[in-house]
Every structure is written in C-alpha cells, then in structure tokens.
C-alpha cells in the first residue's frame, strides 16, 4: 500500500513531494513523512500520522526550503502505525531511507547490526536496511555502491529510495518485486513507485527492470542492471493528462474501473511475491507462526465478495488439501457454527465496513479460531482493525456501486493466501513458482480480453428486449457465473440467475426458451467436456447459447450457439480472473441500451452498513 516519491532539482522540491504523495493517496496508507536537505546541509525530515494533509500541517508550520528530497505514504506491517514507525527511517542522521515491500530477512540484519553497535529506534523492517546501507559507506566508494551491497543481503520485495547527506546531489532507487520509476525533467530529475505521483512535472519515464538500481542526480542518471553492469532502459513518454478529471473520459465510473484491472491487480500483487514464492509477511508479522498451525479454512462474506470466496474454495481444497467452508455473513451470525481446531477465519469486504461480514468477525472472536485475517480494500475501515491479520487489495477508490475491480483484486488476493497455504501442505517450491508465475501474467490477459469491448457491445444488443436470462458454470467457473447473474440483474434489472450447469436436469431446464438467452463460461479445463453435454441439454429444448471459451475449445457458432473467444487461451488458475471482465462488459452495454443508472443502480448500496 505504501507509496514513494523523490526529487532532486534547482526549486525548492517540497511541493513536488507533497503534490506526489496526495497522487498516492488511493493506495491507502495510515503515516507521511519526507526527508530532505540543501546541499551538504543535514538532513531534515517530517513526519505525521494519518493522511497527507497532516504532513502538510506540519510544514505550513515549520515550512522548509530543499533542493533533494524523498517522501512516503506508509501502511503498516512491520510496528504500528505511528510517527516513530513512519518512514523515512534515518542512519546517524546521515542516511534516509523509504521502502515499499517486506524485507524477510531483517531479525537477522537487525541482531547483526545491534552487535555492531547501532541502535534501532523502530519496529520496523526498514530501518535495518538503512542501517545497513550506513555501515557499507564505511567500505563503499559512493552511496550507489553501498546500496548495492546492502540489496545484495536483502532477502523479499522492495522498492527503495535512498538519500545520503555525504552525496547532496543524489537520490539511489532499487527494486526487486516492486516497482520503481524515474521521471526525466529538464535540470531536474523525480523518482516514484508510481507514474501518477509524477504527472504534474513530467511525462517522460523510465521503468526499471527487476534487479536495477539507478543514480539520479539533478542532470543526470546511471542505471545499473541486476548484474552490476551499467544498463540502458527506454524512456516512455505517457500520455496520460495530470489534470483530468475522476472519470476522465469514460462515460460512467462502471466503465472506467473495469479498465482499470490490469492495474488494479498488478498492484495487488506486487510486493507481495520474491523469488517465485508469496511472502507470508504481506499478511502481518504474525502469519507464518498462524499459517504454520492451519488446518482448515473458515471464510465469510457477503454478495461479490462470498463469490470470490467460493472461488477460493475450490483452490484451496485442491492445493493445499485443506477443508474450506464458505458462508454468507448474514446467514453464519444466526446459526451455531461448529469451528475445527485450528481453523483460519477469513472475512472478505471491499469496505470493510460490512454489517453483516463485521459483527460475524466480532461472533468469531468468540469461537476459538486460531486467527482471522481480513481481505479488503480500505485500510481505515473497522474489519482491518478488527482483524489479527490483514491483506490490503490494492483496487483505489471504487465509486460504481457494482464491484468490478474490487472482485478481481479480491480473487488475486485470495489466490496468495492459497499459495502460502499451500505451501505448507505439500506444494513443491517449484510448483509454487509456477503458479505465481501465471498468476503475475492475469493483468496482461486481463488487457487481452478488454479488446473484446466491441463485441460484448454489440452482444448487449440482443438482451435489450429481455427480461430473463440464465448463466451456468462448472468448478471454479460456477461462483463467476453467479458473479455474471449478479452483474446483470445490478445494474440492467434484469432477472438473471446462474446455476453449476450439471444442475440443468434438476429444474432450471424447465426456464429455457428460445426467449431466455443462456451465458455458458466454458475455459479449457478439465470439465470442458462434461459442460459441453449439460449445454447439449439447452440446444434439445431450443434455448439460445452464449459460451464463452478458450481457442481450441471446439465450440462452434450456428443459429442457435454464439461464441465468444478470448484472444489467448488461459490457465484453469487464470480463468476466473479473465472470464469474469467479459462478463462485466456484457452486463454494462446491456445497462447502458437499457439507460437504467449505472453506478447508482436503484435501491443499492456501495457499503451495506447496516443489517
């Protein structure tokens, strides 16, 4: 969630950090702080609990004049939220240091660098690594040299940025799972974890690759690749407007925020994976020790969020051989649930704020769980701080009242917890690596299946007289039926229902018409052929087929059967994530030729905080 941002320039830099920071802002953070000098000055640094805008308070305050600087927005994993906690972390006044990411290996560090007689203030992972960056100086001939030492001893995800006061024209950034940009200026020069934090002062970028670590100064940069060897990497220029407006040029939020997933899960997922294994301290200090005792899943949630729940069912029985129930928050308060020993009580909400999904985690708390953790989007919301620990979607700001990127972050969030999980349960570290490498190429596949906007527009056209409509599924592709269903009936009243398509025979049948269209989600897997007969039972009685699927599938178009096929063919791990954005675009055409109010749909709520 955390969110850097640095500038080395002739003006005073403070309000480029500023401005950077209030750009971040959507990551979701609960500290600010900067740290900066002018010239062989030392150091000077601020910080604040809570949003930017304290920061800011302080600064109007006791304002500053500098010419380098480096900021951070922090969420916390390592110590509470507090100003001690808040980055930017200090060496001896002389080093300062902001990261994003989890430094695994810290105890270590820490206990190393304690016998060498520095003392640590913080709770936190970061301050050891600058520490360390202050103790290589001692045998380093710059601070870019020092820094690639230390990286050289980190173990887990980082993004950092680095300021010395022996080296006042320079700012060193590094990245291994994070992400880290520069931003090219004209005498001036900008470092951040996000092109947005940049757009105002420049819209020239370079993106650096995994490994790299990069020399900026006021005129000039040097990029060193993983290797050590001086590299070159190519400067973007982006086109993206740094005074557009919320919406920008999409017609409602709906939209937009559909076109955001690519982003929305990269996000979700970045510092969170090193090495082709999910880190357990992206939940908390504590998840190793709880995961380490897990024996069963307890997971409880309400509408989009209880699908990604039971698509999360499916995945951890099969890989981490766990049983796993899913529930409906409103249900599980009223009943007597009977919790194994060792069970992990899950809670999913994109706000955390949940009625329902709450007061069964507050019910919980009672029952002898081993732990609960919480997936959700809103950092400051009550079922974060209920929770022991804690997984943040990265989704930002969600204002269409039907969830879209909150969904699919959710389903990625999942997704790391049944890696982690896994892991412990017979999931051989190589297996794990190439689970999480398919997982780390959805958002490419997501952008993939957004070209077929145009054909799930002019599909919505043949839903503009109905009233009825029937979406069926197999294995993990069930929950996103009902995810389909639930879509449509949000936001274009119509009634739509999914059922597990082996279900036909047992009443649903009974519905279909050549008047009731029937969406089939058909990827490549093991049940294809098994789907391919309960669809034979839709054509006898003359219903009207949509399958989506796969290349390769064999499916084939006739008066009765549209086919939809995606661009590239995906992994039964990836389908859920990539199925699930067609079936977002079809419902929103059809609510757009309907002209019902699409992010304000009648009679609902962005956060049901009520029973």
Request: charged share 25%; hydrophobic share 45%.
């Amino acid at each position: 969630m955390c969110g850097i941002v640095g500038a080395v320039a002739e003006r005073n830099v403070i309000p480029v950090l500023i401005e950077g920071l209030r750009r971040l802002e959507y990551r979701g953070y609960d500290s600010a702080g900067l740290a900066a000098s002018n010239g062989a000055d030392a150091l000077m640094r601020v910080r604040a609990v809570g949003k930017v805008q304290k920061l800011q308070d302080a600064l109007d305050a006791d304002p500053i004049l500098a010419h380098r600087g480096i900021a951070h927005t922090r969420w916390a994993t390592h110590g509470e939220p507090n100003e001690t906690n808040a980055h930017p972390h200090f060496s001896d006044d002389r080093i300062a240091v902001v990261h994003n990411g989890i430094i695994e290996n810290y105890e270590s560090l820490r206990e190393e660098l304690r016998n060498a007689g520095y003392r640590f203030s913080s709770d936190t992972d970061t301050e050891v690594v600058a520490h360390r960056i202050s103790y290589n100086m001692k045998s380093a001939s710059s601070l870019v040299e020092a820094v690639r030492k230390t990286i050289a001893e980190l173990e887990g995800a980082y993004a950092l940025a680095v300021i010395a006061k022996d080296d006042p024209d320079c700012i060193v950034v590094a990245r291994a799972g994070c992400p880290v940009v520069l931003g090219l200026g004209i005498g001036e020069n900008f470092v951040a974890s996000d092109v947005q934090a940049l757009l105002p002062v420049t819209r020239q970028f370079i993106f650096l690759d995994e490994g790299d670590v990069a020399e900026v100064r006021r005129e000039t940069y040097r990029i060193f690749n993983a290797s050590g060897d001086t590299a070159e990497r190519p400067i973007v220029e982006s086109d993206i407007s740094a005074d557009a407006v919320e919406r920008g040029d999409y017609r409602h939020y709906m939209l937009k925020e559909i076109y955001e997933q690519p982003r929305a899960v990269s996000e979700t997922l970045e510092e969170r994976i090193a090495n082709g294994h999910v880190l357990d301290a992206a939940f908390g200090p504590a998840a190793a020790e709880v995961f380490d005792r897990v024996k069963a899943v307890h997971i409880v949630a309400c509408g989009t969020s209880y699908h990604a729940g039971m698509v999360a069912r499916y995945n951890i029985e099969r890989l981490c051989r766990l049983p796993c129930v899913v529930e409906i928050a409103s249900e599980y308060r009223y009943r007597e649930p009977v919790v194994p020993a060792d069970t992990l009580f899950v809670t999913i909400s994109q706000s955390g704020e949940t009625a329902d999904t709450l007061a069964a985690l507050r019910m919980a708390k009672k029952l002898g769980y081993v732990s609960s953790l919480v997936i959700c989007n809103v950092p400051e919301s009550s079922l974060v701080r209920e929770s022991d620990l804690v997984l943040m979607t990265r989704a930002g700001p969600e204002i269409g009242v039907a969830s879209t990127k909150a969904f699919t972050t959710q389903l990625a969030a999942l997704r790391l917890l049944t890696l982690v999980l896994a892991r412990r349960n017979g999931l051989s570290r190589d297996s794990e690596a190439k689970l999480t490498r398919l997982l780390q190429h959805v958002p490419a596949l997501i952008e993939s299946a957004l070209h077929l906007d145009g054909a799930m527009q002019k599909l919505a056209e043949r839903f503009a007289d109905k009233h009825h409509a029937l979406f069926l599924g197999r294995g993990t592709q069930f929950p996103i039926a009902m995810e389909g269903a639930l879509k449509l009936k949000e936001i274009s009243y119509i009634h739509a229902e999914a059922y597990a398509a082996g279900e036909l025979k047992h009443g649903p049948l009974a519905l279909v018409d050549e008047d009731m269209p029937v969406i089939a989600v058909a990827p490549d897997n093991a049940l294809l052929e098994k789907l391919k007969s309960n669809l034979q039972e839709v054509r006898a009685r003359g219903g009207q087929l949509i399958v989506f699927t796969d290349p390769n599938t064999g499916f084939t178009e006739d008066e009765q059967t549209t086919v939809i096929t995606l661009p590239e063919a995906v992994a039964d791990s990836q389908a859920p994530l990539v199925y699930t954005v067609l079936l977002q675009l079809l419902s929103y055409h059809v609510a757009v030729l309907k002209g019902t109010d699409i992010d304000q749909p009648r009679n609902l709520a962005k956060s049901v905080t009520v029973e």
